[in-house]
């Protein structure tokens, strides 16, 4: 099937089958391997993208779901020039990564998050990220990564990712 999607603000024309998960074409189509698959259930949000501005698991979701949408997957983060974000850099200033293999999952919904929550507090950061699990960090340094991008001013003006 022919599917046409936004992918982090550029279009992409793909032919894929019709079971073929977004994760799946995201990876192998898009050539886009920031999207990590863990549990291909749906349960730890490793996968997690954005379609049309709102959060979803990328291996729940067939590709031909997607069809017209806007994608954003964690490379849609980055500045054209490599610049990252400023969610990025807070996760790394403040060790919100270990392993990494969650990361791209958690900025994802953490984007989500402080687009719909200016000024976060610490459990509502704990109860928004909970469908996201870390085996490494302890989840400490993601939410205080998470409050430290909130507060950056960027976030203020456009709700991060204003490259």
């Given amino acids: 099937m022919k599917v046409e999607l936004t992918v982090n603000g550029e279009r992409v024309r ?6 073929r998960t977004l994760a799946d074409a995201l990876r192998e189509d898009c050539g886009l391997t920031g999207t990590h698959l863990g549990c291909e259930h749906g349960v730890c949000g490793a996968c997690t993208v954005l379609v049309d501005d709102e959060p979803a698991r990328a291996c729940l979701m ?3 779901q997607a069809d017209g949408a806007s994608v954003t997957t964690v490379e849609g ?6 610049q990252l974000d400023p969610l990025q850099e807070a ?6 990564l270990q392993c ?3 990361t791209p999952g958690m900025l994802i919904s953490a ?3 402080l687009r719909t929550h200016r000024d976060p507090s610490r459990e509502t950061i704990r109860a928004e990220m909970s469908g ?14 998470i409050q430290a991008a909130a507060a950056h001013p ?6 991060l990712s204003a490259h």
């Fill in 77 to 82: 983060l980055e500045s054209p020039d490599g």
């Fill in 132 to 145: 996201n699990i870390c085996r490494c960090t302890g989840y400490a340094g993601i939410v205080d990564a």
């Fill in 62 to 64: 067939f590709a031909v």
């Fill in 111 to 113: 984007l989500h998050l």
């Fill in 154 to 159: 960027c976030s203020r003006e456009s709700g």
């Fill in 100 to 102: 990494g293999f969650c």
């Fill in 14 to 19: 793909l032919d894929v089958e019709p079971r």
């Fill in 91 to 96: 996760f790394v200033a403040h060790h919100g």
